[in-house]
């Protein structure tokens, strides 16, 4: 994003901390809302043009949304007010703010972040269904009919969020998709993530010990999302950001390769 966005985008969470979000149909408004923004050019180009007042930009607001929730209202309104380097942008802040008023409303008990990377799992495990809720050949409507059935055992806020990214992929590819909404997920939560690959499942006993370790050594509490992968032969890799534990079988097997060779 570019600078202005950076700031106004900070703005818009500022708003959004301040206003009360008590169920998961603000932050699927919002996410409407950005669909709506997203497919209209004139829309677009009017709530995102700098020479127009913030005031007849919430007057716009206020009556194309007008049956939307008032807090979904006041944060468009407030989003739409400030300063967006580009419009594409301006939606993607949309977007962004959409999703941290999902997580806003969820409870302690619900982790949409690791919702979201199951259902990244499972895309990514099977072929088929990657290519049902990405092609452009389906219908959005379709595709959404089809995450609700996959979702079912999840959160309101995971369904909602997912069947949203479906519909307006932003020319995304879905794990991409799905990854960016993880991470902007967790730190509305206050969490980050820890991507952990094994050979083997850990045990919820050793998950549970190597989050507690994670989260003393970085300083905050991570979530940990945990990958098996049967090519690392034993140990793990986790990745936290741009660090890189690596402590696989596998790479300790290359690196003694590699002083032989040497």
């Known amino acids: 994003m570019g600078s202005a966005s950076r700031s106004a985008l900070e703005a818009s969470k500022t708003v959004l901390a301040s206003m009360p979000v008590r169920s998961e149909r603000v932050g699927e408004e919002v996410l409407a809302a950005a669909r709506t923004i997203a497919s209209s050019a004139q829309l677009r180009s009017l709530l995102a043009d700098p020479g127009i007042s913030?005031?007849?930009?919430?007057?716009?607001?206020?009556?194309?949304?007008?049956?939307?929730?008032?807090?979904?209202?006041?944060?468009?309104a407030a989003m739409a007010a400030e300063r967006w380097s580009t419009q594409d942008e301006f939606v993607a802040g949309i977007e962004e703010i959409g999703i941290r008023a999902l997580v806003a409303s969820a409870g302690p008990e619900t982790n949409v972040q690791s919702e979201l990377f199951a259902f990244e799992n499972a895309v990514r495990s099977d072929s088929a269904l990657e290519l049902a809720v990405s092609s452009k050949l389906g219908s959005p409507e379709a595709k959404s009919t089809l995450v609700e059935r996959l979702l079912g055992g999840a959160s309101p806020q995971t369904r909602v969020l997912v069947s949203h990214l479906v519909r307006q992929p932003r020319g995304r590819r879905i794990g991409e998709s799905l990854r960016n909404a993880a991470a902007v997920a967790a730190d509305q939560a206050g969490l980050g993530i820890a991507v952990v690959r094994t050979a083997t499942p850990l045990t919820l006993a050793q998950l549970t010990r190597l989050q507690d370790v994670l989260s003393r050594r970085y300083g905050r509490k991570l979530s940990v999302n945990q990958v098996v992968d049967e090519t690392l032969v034993g140990g793990l890799r986790i990745s936290i950001g741009d660090?890189?534990?690596?402590?696989?079988?596998?790479?300790?097997?290359?690196?003694?390769?590699?002083?032989l060779v040497g």
């Open 243 to 259: 660090d890189v534990i690596d402590g696989s079988v596998a790479t300790r097997l290359s690196d003694l390769r590699l002083q």
């Open 54 to 76: 913030p005031e007849d930009k919430g007057g716009l607001v206020g009556r194309v949304f007008a049956k939307l929730d008032r807090t979904a209202v006041a944060l468009l």
